[in-house]
């Protein structure tokens, strides 16, 4: 199988490094990720990008996101169930 950095365009061995001299047109029947150069830029850009960088902030908000939602799990297992346990038949007078 082909494989082709997604950023650069250029063809990738096994290992993730770069293989061609020159990037290529993307390949349609390529698989796409990331090379190690590019890998490295990404994750250096990521790191120093500030406080107040967007991924940052993207991350603290899912963070929070992610905590409201276990939260919430929480409160409904406190909360009564809707159906009683044992649902046997109801009779109506």
Request: overall charge positive.
């Amino acid at each position: 199988m082909v494989r082709q950095c997604a950023w650069c365009l250029y063809l990738l061995g096994a290992d993730g490094v770069r293989i061609a001299v020159l990037p290529l047109p993307p390949l349609y029947e390529a698989t796409h990720g990331m090379c190690s150069v590019c890998g490295k830029l990404w994750m250096d850009q990521a790191q120093h990008s500030g406080t107040g960088g967007a991924a940052k902030q993207e991350a603290l908000a899912s963070q929070q996101i992610t905590e409201m939602v276990f939260q919430l799990q929480k409160e409904q297992h406190k909360v009564a169930p809707l159906m009683p346990k044992n649902r046997g038949t109801i009779r109506i007078f």
